[in-house]
């Protein structure tokens, strides 16, 4: 069965990691002319490797000399087994030891050890060798790795070390199709004549295809497929697993290089701060916000120090990293940590959060960061329970779940209904955030009509102005509290349930009397200003209650008539105007017998109802009353 493997090299400087690539694959990975000539690698190399029932994997070949293990880590990213080199005749070295300890953070899965320049030395020497290199990986990924003396002279065990990386990939791999989001770090960005500009990297995830667009991060440029090899061979499509050169239109190579990202999804955005999970090989070392570092990730190398930091019960360390280079992270990525100076490995850590909360929401990220045996959900499931609710009424949006979880986009919808969260808008809520939100609805609501007793029910705006909320969850909550009977929304107002409007004897006397000054002078009654001048300020609510009931009608915004006033003034202009004709505000005036001041806000009450319709000239008289 096929396999999409990356195997790759490590270890110390001089100790054959070229020269056994070149026995196993015939490709010497040497490039660079100051590699001839020095003999060492400088930067990394790759080759394809055929094995039988596995099929064709790819091998990153790094450099071992210590000043250039930042180019060793780039190679390191992504790959699914380590290959472990160490010379017989040196045995363990200084470089062996960092790049095994660098395997350990990136949690490398397997692995295989090359015992070379065994034509050096005599068998007992390589037992003793192979002894140490037992010890050596106790407690490592590579614990229990198949040890395999070779000779890249001779030819001696190179059958042997392909079988044994067989076996290793065979157990590892990526699978054949990838619904993730598409992910690549650039590990080499150049220029080929008559293509344009080319980079190469390991697959991390999803998959890419001629002519789709790529965004290349963190610059945020855009660039089109042109072409795509894997080991020498175009191909339509690369997956996970795929050492894959892509070549880029309308791309210049100054436009990325090493430590950039090709993505496809907009949602992906690089970050300055990320919280994380530390873990230090030595136990002394104690960081501080003071604390310089290098931070790698992927193929990205940037400056960072800590802050929030705080011991976990796991022994780990919790800690806001805050970066000096924007880089691209995902959830569940894992990282290396160096000093600057002296340059060396102490440690590495794993993203808990790309995207983290800001400001003085830090310290409760943190505090939820750690995970906690007590929570029913593990892994990427508990940190998003956490992320739903830390968000609050923001809430996360859908398509950046997937890169703050480390969750597949596949995964993302069964996980949200398995933690019974809200799902609206393209953005998802934790379920207790809506209730609460649901709760101040109502609680603003009850307010509200007891305050106002006389309304038909408080206005969505007043809600929205009480209850700090995105309109998209305020819409969410409200009509959850609709369909579950809890309240009624009736137009733009929002009442309880079932609320039916009760007046005790003040407010009945307050209708009774109302009522009696509009039907004094039922053509010319008093306005909303007056009447509330004479009865209060509790008059306007009154009128609107009596309109709903069909007491009143409302003829303009500060005037109210009586039913039965309306419809007398209505008909004495249907019996008394002719048909066709058009009569002009004077005439009108005298057939109602109302002063102008009455008359004009009547007539456009008139045409709103289609009982009128204004011409030029001035009215006709058109339909049935209604």
Not at 93 to 114: C, D, F, N, Y
Not at 158 to 171: P, V
Not at 214 to 239: M, W, Y
Request: with cysteine; hydrophobic share 40%; charged share 25%.
């Amino acid at each position: 069965m096929e396999r999409r493997v990356i195997l790759g090299t490590a270890g110390h400087i001089d100790h054959g990691k070229t020269a056994l690539v070149r026995a196993l694959t015939g490709i010497d990975t040497d490039r660079l002319p100051e590699e001839k000539r020095r003999g060492i690698t400088i930067d990394l190399g790759f080759a394809p490797l055929t094995l039988d029932g596995v099929g064709t994997i790819g091998i990153v070949d790094v450099p071992g000399h210590e000043a250039f293990v930042r180019t060793m880590l780039a190679g390191a990213s992504g790959i699914d087994v380590a290959l472990l080199v160490v010379a017989a005749d040196e045995g363990i070295m200084p470089q062996t030891r960092e790049h095994l300890e660098i395997l350990s953070l990136l949690k490398i899965p397997r692995g295989v050890v090359a015992l070379t320049k065994c034509d050096l030395v005599e068998p007992d020497w390589i037992e003793l060798v192979t002894e140490e290199i037992g010890v050596l990986v106790e407690g490592t990924p590579l614990a229990g790795a198949e040890v395999v003396p070779v000779s890249t002279i001779s030819g001696e065990g190179i059958g042997e070390l392909k079988s044994a990386i067989a076996r290793a990939a065979l157990q590892s791999g990526r699978p054949l199709r990838d619904e993730d989001l598409f992910r690549m770090p650039v590990d080499r960005a150049f220029t080929v004549r008559g293509t344009g500009t080319v980079v190469t990297g390991t697959v991390w995830s999803g998959e890419v295809r001629r002519d789709m667009t790529l965004i290349i991060q963190p610059a945020g440029r855009k660039s089109r497929v042109r072409a795509i090899q894997s080991h020498g061979t175009a191909v339509d499509a690369a997956s996970p697993g795929h050492r894959a050169a892509i070549a880029l239109m309308d791309c210049d190579v100054s436009d990325v290089g090493r430590g950039s990202v090709l993505v496809t999804e907009p949602a992906w955005a690089p970050t300055r701060e990320m919280d994380a999970s530390l873990s230090f090989m030595d136990a002394g070392f104690s960081p501080s916000p003071r604390t310089r570092v290098r931070i790698h990730l992927g193929t990205s190398d940037t400056g960072a120090r800590f802050g929030g930091l705080r011991a976990a019960e796991s022994g780990e360390v919790l800690a806001r990293v805050i970066l000096d280079d924007p880089v691209l992270a995902r959830g569940g990525d894992r990282f290396v940590i160096r000093l600057p100076s002296p340059a060396r490995t102490i440690g590495g850590g794993q993203v808990l959060d790309p995207y983290p909360l800001p400001g003085r929401q830090r310290l409760a990220s943190m505090r939820h960061s750690e995970p906690s045996g007590r929570s029913k959900y593990d892994g990427a499931g508990n940190g998003l329970a956490k992320m739903l609710e830390l968000s609050g009424a923001t809430g996360i949006a859908l398509d950046v779940i997937p890169i703050r979880t480390g969750l597949a986009p596949s995964a993302v919808h069964s996980m949200l209904a398995e933690l019974d969260a809200e799902v609206a808008a393209a953005r998802a809520w934790c379920s207790g955030t809506i209730t609460q939100i649901e709760s101040a609805v109502e609680m603003a609501i009850a307010v509200g009509m007891a305050n106002h007793p006389l309304e038909a029910g408080v206005s969505l705006q007043t809600i929205r102005s009480s209850v700090t909320a995105p309109a998209e969850v305020m819409e969410l909550a409200l009509n959850r509290l609709a369909e579950r009977r809890r309240i009624e929304l009736v137009g733009s107002l929002a009442r309880p349930f079932g609320w039916v409007s009760q007046l005790g004897e003040r407010e009945q006397a307050l209708s009774d009397a109302i009522l009696h000054e509009i039907c004094i002078h039922p053509a010319e009654p008093p306005s909303v200003g007056e009447l509330s001048a004479k009865f209060g300020g509790s008059a306007p609510a009154m009128l609107r209650r009596l309109e709903r009931e069909g007491q009143l009608e409302r003829v303009s915004d500060d005037r109210f008539y009586s039913r039965d006033a309306v419809a007398g003034m209505i008909e004495k202009m249907r019996a008394t105007l002719e048909a066709g004709r058009i009569y002009a505000p004077a005439e009108l005036r005298d057939v109602l017998g109302v002063s102008r001041k009455y008359l004009i806000p009547f007539l456009e009450f008139c045409d709103r109802k289609g009982i009128t319709e204004r011409r030029d000239e001035g009215r006709v008289v058109r339909g049935a009353v209604s």
